[in-house]
T-cell receptor, first 111, second 116 residues
Framework: LAKTTQPISMDSYEGQEVNITCSHN???????ITWYQQFPSQGPRFIIQ???TKVTNEVASLFIPADRKSSTLSLPRVSLSDTAVYYC????????????FGGGTRVLVKP | GAVVSQHPSRVICKSGTSVKIECRSL??????MFWYRQFPKKSLMLMAT?????????EQGVEKDKFLINHASLTLSTLTVTSAHPEDSSFYIC????????????FGQGTRLTVV
């Protein structure tokens, strides 16, 4: 399982764009990159998943360079409710494969 | 979208008793489910992989006789914390993927266990 490294914490202000970079130097060919958001006392919630280049959905964008050794989650125009812990996970997405969590990034959005 | 539901959301029990936590996939089938434990301000730690119709696979350091896992159907896995002690107090979370699709994993809302 590819190990991931993320910043421990980040502060931002309402309306700003937040970019969180995750390093995964030993990512395997079959591995996908998935980001989850977790609020206190709740289970993680899926944000976005990608394999290469750029993926965008209604809440975030995911940028993956050609070598796939890192990825950046971009949250546009954050609000106070985006304060949470964000986890970058790397692994094969086949149903039976386990997901191992790294430390995550604690994002605090200030007014 | 796919939903994974846990029950109960919180439970308080006395030391020495056992507690059962249920994890259900509501609109998909899952031959494999995963159980995690999370301590305050820490990341999720994988405890075991629950396999429908067979024994669970436990991560290193997790006592299988302490944390009994049963996966009797394609939509239900249970975790029983046996002879609970205060150090077992934690947030327990389950996860599952739709076995028919290679997609993201879905997580339950978690169960807060407090052993007094």
């Amino acid at each position: 399982l590819a190990k991931t490294t993320q910043p421990i914490s980040m502060d931002s202000y309402e309306g700003q764009e937040v970019n969180i970079t995750c390093s995964h130097n030993n990512i395997a060919t079959n591995d996908y990159i998935t980001w989850y958001q977790q609020f206190p006392s709740q289970g993680p919630r899926f944000i976005i998943q990608g394999y290469k280049t750029k993926v965008t959905n209604e809440v975030a964008s995911l940028f993956i360079p050609a070598d796939r050794k890192s990825s950046t989650l971009s949250l546009p125009r954050v609000s106070l409710s985006d304060t949470a812990v964000y986890y970058c996970l790397v692994g094969d997405i086949a149903a039976g494969n386990k997901l191992t969590f790294g430390g995550g990034t604690r994002v605090l959005v200030k007014p | 979208g796919a939903v994974v539901s846990q029950h109960p959301s919180r439970v308080i029990c006395k030391s020495g008793t056992s507690v059962k936590i249920e994890c259900r996939s509501l609109d998909f089938q899952a031959t494999t489910m995963f159980w995690y434990r999370q301590f305050p301000k820490k990341s999720l730690m994988l405890m075991a992989t629950s396999n429908e119709g067979s024994k669970a696979t436990y991560e290193q350091g997790v006592e299988k006789d302490k944390f009994l896992i049963n996966h009797a159907s394609l939509t239900l896995s249970t975790l029983t914390v046996t002879s609970a002690h205060p150090e077992d107090s934690s947030f327990y979370i389950c996860s599952a993927r739709d076995q028919g699709k290679n997609t993201e994993a879905f997580f339950g809302q978690g169960t807060r266990l407090t052993v007094v």
